[in-house]
């Protein structure tokens, strides 16, 4: 899937910690053959929380936290994490769903950073979300087909028999019933509507999918219907997607290369099948170890974290990490280490990466 | 791990249970026989819609009276308790049956601190003294590895983190040491680091105290971890059930099969696509007397409207038509057997 990378672009991955001059605007990243579709660099994302009508009271909550990223075409970009990493509000980010507090995100080329609604119309007829919760993403008193052929009217996709026609194309693609279309979304089933806002999320022929916890609501005999479909739509359509989930091996089995977060911040990316066999963070390592497998019933070699994920409110000092890994030092507790690219294919935050 | 030889705390025999519905009275769960003894972990797992919760509930007698009825036998150590009445009830449930419910938040009363909640569960089944109850409140708390309990004890539910609040849970649910444990889905609000450490819990419980527990989910993965023996349920009924190694080293059932090559590997070779089942699960109003897995099953025969046989091999038994050797022909075509090696 990856074709090899000259060196001088193996730190096309940087930590927000880092002087990031070697990426900005350099064109190092344009001369290579893989043109990323999609950039962020030290993105930030903050909300205020427990704000009152006293002025300067709540607190900042950095939910992402200068992250830098790359999403190049045709790949799937797995995004892992456990709930409060920041892995849906980068997707939100992503997608311009999310005013960007700071950093930098360019869609093929263009900074769309503070792109307002309408010069980011024709980024939404290429970037499109799919959310978690089918039934809560669609509107229960509109037709599937009225659902649908609105986002064909909005950008002007199709007119008159046009649209009919790709509605119809639409259902075939996700494998819905044609004589569904007139059927409202409470007539379906959790697997379905995943289809119609599939379907919907197709509408406009995008490039970039950010796919936000797609399958998790499903049970695990729809969810592989689903699974199936996201690799059949890549294949045949193109697609690039962003995959966020937080079952590991279902970003496995979809993704060619996945990024790890943790408290707003990616502690970890590389090439799938690399990354799982030989994690380089102590988190991605425990986190691994932490899935129970059906196929490997020993619990041999588990490396069971203690404590919870931080509050994102008071992040640790030094590495995030750092309160809960089995390997830190004292220099992990007072410096923050940057992503740093480890291999041509590998980038790791971490002082003592795993050999 | 087997521990067959106890003897038996829980068995259940021919229970069905049947909700009043606008189109008159449906069966959520049909027939369904088990048995527990005591120290053991049994897991019963299933898709959402297959009765797994419904069995749980009607056994504990916490199904609603007026639109429900139970049939069957249910004996809680030699004893029958469906016919129980609530006070009867009451004096076995939460001495010497513990639940543990799926979402902790919806578990715990927000307005009282978590150490009055667990006082008073040991009070209303022991005769001890307001301060004694609270002492063993921290200890439990403690005994389910809460780093402080002593501070723990005064907090509120929403002050606790999920992975917290699921320990207050189980903290309850051990406050007077039961034989028996029922855990619905205890996991499935956490996060994977965070089950990990309550599954580890689960096991130490076993150890320590020898409390049976039947643990609920529909992660194939927890069951592998830390069940004895696996009942498998769909469309109401328990459709396969036998011990773990077995049932995970060779799966008896079609739908079985399915649920196995649906979970995407965590190592080895990456599959181009997963051996999903196709179509949904059916609802419990549109199951007849025949299989209920038919209609997505591949194999399905005209047998098969007819209400399956149960097979046993071994340890194991299924609600099939198939028999041996077809049934392990058909297994390969599904499931390449390096993958249950």
Known sequence: MTPSIPSNVASRTTGPSAPDTSIHGTGETCLSPRVPLMSARSLV????????????????????DGISLDVFPAETLGLVGESGSGKSTLGRCLTRLYDIDGGTLSFEGSDITKADTRSLKPVRRKVQMIFQDPSASLNPRRRVRDVLAEVLKVHRIREGAGIEERLGELMDLVGLRREYLDRYPHEFSGGQRQRIGIARALAVEPTLIVADEPVSALDVSVQAQIVNLFSELREKLDLTYVFIAHDLAVVRQVSTRVAVMYLGSIVETGETDALYARPSHPYTQALLSAIPQPHNRSRQGRILLTGEIPSPLDPPAGCKFSTRCPQAQAVCREVR???????????????FPLA | MTVAKKPILLDVNGLTVSFATDRGMVKAVRDVSFSVHEGEILSIVGESGSGKSVTLLSLLGLHDRKTTSVDGMVAFRGRGILDLNPGELRRIRGREIGLISQDPMTALNPVYTIGWQIAEQIRAHEAISARAAKKRAVELLGEVGLSNPQEAVDRYPHQLSGGMRQRAVIA????CNPALLVADEPTTAL???????VLDLLLRL????????????????VVSEVADRVAVMYAGRIIERGETEAIFASPLHPYSWGLMGSIPPLTGPRLARLKSIPGIPPTPDRIGEGCGFAPRCAFARPACLERPPLRKIGTQAALCVLEEPERSALRRTVLSPEEFA
């Open chain 1, 45 to 64: 994302k903050t909300f205020t929380v427990g704000r009152t009508f006293k002025p300067g009271s709540g607190r900042t909550l950095h939910a992402v």
């Open chain 1, 337 to 351: 280490p940057p992503l740093t690219a480890i291999s041509s294919e590998r980038s790791v935050a971490c002082h």
């Open chain 2, 172 to 175: 309850m649910a051990l406050s």
């Open chain 2, 191 to 197: 996060d994977v680091t965070v089950q990990a450490q």
């Open chain 2, 206 to 221: 076993r150890k320590d105290f020898g409390s049976a527990i039947i643990l609920i989910t529909h992660d194939m993965g």
